[in-house]
């Protein structure tokens, strides 16, 4: 599956997430994932969706996007160009004769031990979405119970940022306020 990244600055506002969610929505895009958390800037939220290129129109989901009025700024990340992250708790059955075998097995994955009980073990593992499906495959032996994942976030590599300058952009209305919410 072609997945895309997008990385979305937005006003941290009540509605904003219904709007972004309803354009997916009208125009019957599929989210593949999507994390929602505050930046350094009280005023504005990160939006990180992730969209399945085969069956969503990336171009046209961007463009709508930026037309929205809340939405500050959207960029798409290049897998080979961002850092992706994904936490998740895995409680997983544990006969008592496997514990060390389980645990071993959660070592080798950096995944970490965050409640137990005679019959179950929960970890805690943050890693990338591809060494987390391959970690719940390990794990698929000793009988997963219960799983949560938050969906992927991800920022671009190196000294960029979202909040730089784009040449490209076009000065408008709308833009001169995220200006202001971005603090230039």
């Given at each position: 599956m072609?997945t895309h990244t997008?990385?979305v600055?937005?006003?941290?506002k009540?509605?904003?997430?219904a709007?972004?969610?309803?354009?997916?929505s009208?125009?019957a895009f599929?989210i593949?994932s999507?994390?929602?958390?505050?930046?350094?800037d009280?005023r504005?939220?990160?939006?990180?969706?992730?969209v399945?290129?085969?069956?969503?129109?990336?171009?046209?989901?961007h463009?709508q996007?930026e037309?929205?009025v809340?939405v500050l700024k959207?960029?798409e990340?290049?897998a080979?160009?961002?850092?992706?992250?994904?936490l998740a708790?895995?409680?997983?059955?544990v006969?008592?004769?496997?514990?060390?075998r389980?645990l071993d097995t959660?070592?080798?994955?950096?995944?970490t031990?965050?409640?137990?009980?005679?019959r179950?073990?929960v970890?805690e593992a943050?890693?990338?979405?591809?060494?987390l499906?391959?970690?719940l495959?390990a794990l698929?032996?000793?009988g997963t119970?219960?799983?949560?994942r938050?969906?992927?976030?991800a920022i671009?590599r190196?000294a960029g940022?979202?909040?730089d300058?784009?040449?490209?952009r076009?000065?408008?209305?709308?833009?001169?306020?995220?200006?202001?919410?971005?603090?230039?």
């Amino acid at each position: 599956m072609s997945t895309h990244t997008l990385s979305v600055l937005v006003e941290n506002k009540p509605g904003v997430l219904a709007h972004v969610a309803g354009l997916f929505s009208r125009r019957a895009f599929n989210i593949t994932s999507l994390s929602v958390g505050p930046t350094a800037d009280e005023r504005v939220s990160r939006m990180t969706i992730v969209v399945d290129g085969a069956s969503t129109p990336v171009d046209q989901v961007h463009k709508q996007l930026e037309k929205l009025v809340r939405v500050l700024k959207v960029v798409e990340l290049e897998a080979d160009a961002a850092v992706e992250r994904e936490l998740a708790l895995i409680k997983v059955h544990v006969h008592p004769a496997l514990r060390a075998r389980l645990l071993d097995t959660a070592a080798a994955f950096r995944a970490t031990v965050v409640d137990l009980d005679p019959r179950t073990i929960v970890l805690e593992a943050v890693c990338s979405p591809g060494r987390l499906d391959a970690l719940l495959a390990a794990l698929e032996p000793h009988g997963t119970c219960e799983l949560v994942r938050t969906g992927l976030i991800a920022i671009g590599r190196g000294a960029g940022t979202i909040t730089d300058d784009d040449p490209a952009r076009a000065p408008g209305a709308a833009r001169q306020e995220e200006q202001v919410l971005l603090g230039r």
